[in-house]
Nanobody, 122 residues
Framework: QVQLVESGGGLVQAGGSLRLSCAAS????????MGWFRQAPGKEREFVAA????????SYKDSVKGRFTISRDNGKSTMYLQMSSLKPEDTAIYYC???????????????WGQGTQVTVSS
């Protein structure tokens, strides 16, 4: 079992930055691929970014490439999402997730956090 807790969300103006954190507890953190997803009001949950167990491979949604950076610190059992040049369309609840195996852009993750709200004002 893995417990995930997100933090770092908030209200920011367009063009600003935020760093989200996802703290994991339970099973060995570095055995899991990790991902960030988001869900805007009235929309389906969508993939944002993923990182493999040792951070050597990352993938991103096209619309966030060059603006968002995913990273992890296995010693602290924590994953991060550095978000820059934020846009109003980035407004959503952001969720972290964990899965065994390779990175995936689908919702096929085994464990999910409860989410943190990110609101970008224009």
């Amino acid at each position: 079992q893995v417990q995930l807790v997100e933090s770092g969300g908030g209200l920011v103006q367009a063009g600003g930055s935020l760093r989200l954190s996802c703290a994991a507890s339970g099973r060995i953190f570095n055995s899991y691929t990790m991902g960030w997803f988001r869900q805007a009001p009235g929309k389906e949950r969508e993939f944002v970014a993923a990182i493999n167990w040792d951070g050597s491979f990352t993938s991103y949604k096209d619309s966030v490439k060059g603006r968002f950076t995913i990273s992890r610190d296995n010693g602290k059992s924590t994953m991060y999402l550095q978000m820059s040049s934020l846009k109003p369309e980035d407004t959503a609840i952001y969720y972290c997730a964990a899965r065994r195996g390779f990175t995936s852009t689908t919702l096929s993750y085994d464990y999910w956090g409860q989410g943190t709200q990110v609101t970008v004002s224009s």
